[in-house]
């Protein structure tokens, strides 16, 4: 149910072509910035693109343009928007695609395609746009008539953002964006408002009910926080409720990391403490969440004596994996203020989840003198403080960021959590930090990672985007080879990355400032270095090849059965 | 067990593969189903079976009602699975 408030684009009734009503569109809308990547079925677009307001990043593949957007419409809220040509733009935009879907970012994603007559006679850098993006966009629009085009990116725009936010896509045939059309009406805009959902009043009385019953309660919430704007209600709740809460890597500074009670990230590189409390807990608060296979282990000894209240914007994810005894679907921030978070007599279960928590704390005192990635990654975030923005790539790396970083706020933590997109990382800091050119954004990539999207480098200094890299190196595809290593018999099977290239000199080719820091000695130094940097820069930090992530939870077992070092 | 969904729709490109495409994602088998183009909405029946897994109907209702242009989803259940005769 949304409200929609009718606005108006123009009235104007000369004649446009469908490219500039494309621009009208994405003006209308506020657009600021697209990522994107010019090509023949795009060009009318790109042709008319000159002429307008809209600032356009040109990355050096399209599959930075969709990640660059992801990372924007995270920090900003609103819809990213990029723009690739037919064929193999269209599908090198797929993975960033995706990528958004399965982290429910608004996104518009706008292709060109070949002209309707030629379509379906395999014409060159014709692609079926269309049905290769259907399973990972909430909807797409194939224009027909370019006298549509207002009504379809007001739709798209509403759309990506309503409900539970996704990736949209429109496909422009050539001759649909080459054609002048006479829009004789005022092109009826609509600005979406926000949902309002009513509160079921019965839900919230037994929700109560439970909570002040409940004697070992935790609060589990996830990315779901950030997407409803509820992260005043949720930390209002955590407050008055006094329970324990432990958060998905989604939902990682959702609460402040460092605020007493948090416990940590549950599931496979969880904290012992968060996963412990899950394990004994008797009510389970889930908000926001969905009961990911890598947050809960084993599902069927996931808090296996816990009844659940769920409590999620989205209703079909109530009860897809774990029956709820109390279902809230709707409005997050509105369902956790109206809960009253009065408790029962929960004292001593507080007093156990924090002993665990300090019993177990992170310890940072590793022998020997080379860099300690965990260490590096906590003085980073504490040094740039509540401005900071990490995105990471995915790998060993990502997870020692989720562990040791602190993050005041969502936006703080990009991370590609339901894909784990490995390239995520640098065009996601170029996103970030066009977004918010005030915050420290940092890039942490593994060796693995970075190479996907290398090419961004260029990117950087093309705009001189102020992004500090941090480039965890440690010559292997680290989490590979760490299961290799546990589940694997230590079969070593190609993640041995011996020739790598000189990465700091690789920067530097780029025409970016860049540096190594290889002595734990050194790490004060470096630190302040990368963050002191003006413009781009990239800390090329070589780690010891055996370091693994603690603690882990096997695949497939229960979040009790944690291994160690 | 097999399942009967009705979904009403919004008739619009694509919109048919969108929905038989999303029952197959989300792990189900389609068993029949019957397509009534009328005036206004159109109307998708579809008999589906789950595969293995935990996968509830409701959860799927729920997630073809998010579709755009979906209207309605209503749900018929133990629908008797109809054999070939040979
Ligand atoms: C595009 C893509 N391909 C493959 C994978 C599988 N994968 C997950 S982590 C990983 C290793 C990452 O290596 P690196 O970036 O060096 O990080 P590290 O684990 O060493 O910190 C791989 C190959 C992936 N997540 N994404």
Same mark, same amino acid.
């Given at each position: 149910m949304t409200a929609a408030s009718p606005a108006t684009l123009n009235s104007r009734t000369d004649a446009r072509s469908g490219a500039q009503l494309v621009i009208d569109a994405l003006e209308h809308e506020g657009v600021r910035r697209v990522f994107g990547y010019p090509g023949g079925a795009i060009m009318p677009v790109y042709d008319a693109l000159t002429a307008s307001s809209l600032k356009h990043i040109l990355v050096r593949h399209e599959q930075a343009a969709a990640l660059a957007a992801d990372a924007w419409a995270r920090v900003t809220g609103e819809p990213g928007v990029c723009l690739a040509t037919s064929g193999p733009g269209a599908t090198n935009l797929v993975t960033g695609l995706a990528n958004a879907f399965m982290d429910c970012v608004p996104m518009v994603a706008i292709t060109g395609q070949v002209a309707s007559p030629l379509m379906?006679?395999? /014409?060159?850098?014709? $692609?079926d746009t269309f049905g290769i993006t259907l399973p990972v966009v909430k909807h797409s629009w194939l224009v027909r008539?370019?006298?549509?085009i207002p009504d379809i990116f007001a739709e798209a725009f509403r759309f990506a953002r309503s409900g539970r936010p996704g990736p949209v896509l429109i496909d422009l045939p050539k001759d649909v964006t080459q054609a002048n059309v006479t #829009?004789?009406? /005022? !092109?009826a805009c609509r600005t979406a408002a926000r949902a309002v959902f009513p509160l079921d009043a019965k839900a919230l009385a037994a929700a109560d009910r439970l909570i002040a019953s409940a004697r070992r309660p935790v609060l589990y919430f996830g990315g779901g926080i950030a997407l409803g704007q509820a992260e005043g209600a949720l930390r209002a709740f955590f407050q008055r409720s006094r329970i324990p809460a432990v958060a998905t890597l989604k939902g990682l500074g959702a609460l402040p990391t460092?605020?007493?009670?948090? !416990?940590g990230m549950l599931g496979m590189h969880g904290t012992r403490a968060a996963n412990t409390a899950v394990n004994d807990c008797d009510l389970l608060i889930c908000?926001?969440?969905?009961?990911d296979d890598r947050a809960t282990g084993r599902l069927d000894s996931f808090a296996a004596n816990a009844r659940v209240i769920h409590i999620d &914007?989205?209703?079909?994810? $109530? =009860?897809?994996l774990r029956k709820a005894d109390v279902a809230l679907a709707g409005d997050v921030s509105a369902i956790l203020s109206a809960l009253s978070g009065e408790t029962g007599e929960i004292e001593g279960w507080r007093r156990t989840c924090a002993e665990n928590a300090e019993r177990w704390a992170f310890r940072y005192?590793?022998?020997? =003198? &080379? #860099? *300690?990635a965990p260490a590096l990654l906590k003085q980073i975030s504490a040094a740039a403080g509540d401005s900071f923005i990490a995105t990471c790539d995915v790998g060993q790396h990502q997870m020692w960021v989720a562990q040791h970083c602190r993050f @005041?706020?969502?936006?703080?933590h990009l991370t @590609?959590?339901? !894909?784990?997109?490995? &390239? *995520?990382?640098l065009p996601a800091g170029i996103g970030a930090a066009l977004a918010e050119p005030d915050a420290t954004v940092v890039t942490i990539s593994g060796d693995g990672s970075i190479m996907m999207n290398i090419q961004e480098l260029a990117t950087l200094r093309r705009y001189r985007i102020p992004l500090k890299i941090v480039l965890i190196d440690n010559a292997q595809l680290g989490m590979v080879r760490q299961w290799q290593e546990l589940?694997?018999?230590?079969?070593? =099977?190609?993640?041995? !990355?011996?020739?790598?290239?000189?990465f700091a000199e690789l920067a530097r080719a780029f025409g970016i400032e860049a540096f190594t820091l290889d002595r734990r000695a050194d790490v004060p130094g470096a630190v302040e270095r990368l963050l002191s940097t003006r413009g781009p820069v990239l800390c090329h930090v070589r780690i010891d090849p055996r370091e693994n992530v603690w603690p882990l939870v096997p695949p497939?077992? @229960?979040? =009790?059965?944690m291994m160690e070092a | 067990m097999t399942t009967q969904i009705d979904v009403d729709f919004l008739p619009a490109e694509g919109a048919v593969v969108r929905l038989i495409g999303l029952v197959e994602r989300r792990g189900y088998e389609l068993d029949a189903m019957n397509y009534v183009p009328a005036p206004g909405t159109h109307r998708l029946s579809m008999v589906v079976r789950p595969r293995p %897994?935990?996968?509830r109907i409701e959860t799927l209702k729920a997630q073809i009602a998010r579709l755009? %242009?979906?209207?309605s989803v209503s749900e018929m259940s133990a629908v008797p699975r109809l054999e070939a005769a040979s």
């Open positions: 379906g006679t395999d /014409a060159f850098q014709e $692609i008539d370019a006298a549509d #829009v004789p009406r /005022a !092109l460092d605020w007493p009670g948090f !416990l908000v926001g969440a969905r009961f &914007g989205d209703a079909a994810e $109530i =009860s897809k005192d590793a022998p020997g =003198s &080379g #860099v *300690y @005041s706020r969502p936006q703080a @590609s959590a339901g !894909l784990g997109t490995m &390239g *995520y990382g589940f694997y018999e230590e079969n070593f =099977s190609e993640v041995d !990355l011996w020739d790598n290239p000189d497939g077992k @229960s979040n =009790s059965d | %897994g935990p996968r755009y %242009g979906v209207t």
